[in-house]
């Protein structure tokens, strides 16, 4: 059974930084790419940061590029969301999310796993 897990969300003032961490189980985990997306409340999901098998490659969204930054740890069965310089517009339930290593896309409808999300607030 597959099974990943968001931890480290928070409330934050604006301007401040948390790291989202999602750790998986029952999957070869270097076998997927990873991906983040969040959805804020009355809007649809969207993709945030995604990360190659080896973690060579990331991508971002347009506007999240230079605040963000994704990374891994293939040891730890671990993938991470740096998240500095937080807006209230960043208030969001984060999600992390698997694919195999062929696919590494940004549409969510990609993606085979799902953690069930960490709710970020960013306080203005």
């Known amino acids: 059974q597959v099974q990943l897990v968001e931890s480290g969300g928070g409330l934050v003032q604006a301007g401040g930084s948390l790291r989202l961490s999602c750790t998986a189980s029952?999957?070869?985990?270097?076998?997927?790419?990873m991906g983040w997306f969040r959805q804020a409340p009355g809007k649809e999901r969207e993709f945030v940061a995604r990360?190659?098998?080896?973690?060579?490659?990331?991508y971002y969204a347009d506007s999240l590029r230079g605040r963000f930054t994704i990374s891994r740890d293939n040891a730890k069965n671990t993938v991470y969301l740096q998240m500095n310089s937080l807006k209230p517009e960043d208030t969001a339930i984060y999600y992390c999310?698997?694919?195999?290593?062929?696919?590494?896309?940004?549409?969510?409808?990609?993606?085979?796993?799902w953690g069930q999300g960490t709710q970020v607030t960013v306080s203005s």
């Open positions: 999310a698997a694919t195999p290593a062929y696919r590494s896309s940004s549409d969510d409808r990609e993606y085979d796993y």
């Open positions: 029952g999957l070869t985990f270097s076998n997927y790419a």
């Open positions: 990360i190659n098998w080896s973690g060579s490659r990331t």
